[in-house]
């Protein structure tokens, strides 16, 4: 059987960089390469749900849902905001 990576894979990281984060505190530079890796994942699965939002709610809701939550930087933002 072989081993197809998927963006899906670097889901593993999300618990890493949290144990690092209370466990090993000084490591600064391993809490921020875990957390850099393990968010690339996560914006995956935000998109897709809003799709499936949009999707589910029509063409009025969905594509202003989709425009806005979908973008780059608007990800980012609620990536890095919700934790907070």
Do not use: W
């Not at 081993?3 to 209370?22: D, K």
Request: charged content about 10%.
């Amino acid at each position: 059987m072989r081993f197809v990576f998927s963006l899906n894979t670097l889901l593993v990281l999300v618990p890493f960089a949290l144990y690092v984060e209370y466990f090993r505190p000084r490591a600064h530079t391993l809490i921020v390469l875990a957390a850099c890796l393990a968010i690339i994942p996560l914006a995956g699965v935000m998109g897709k749900a809003t799709e499936q939002l949009a999707d589910g709610a029509g063409e009025g809701i969905g594509g202003p849902l989709n425009a806005t939550v979908t973008t780059p930087g608007a990800r980012l933002g609620i990536s890095l905001c919700c934790p907070a």
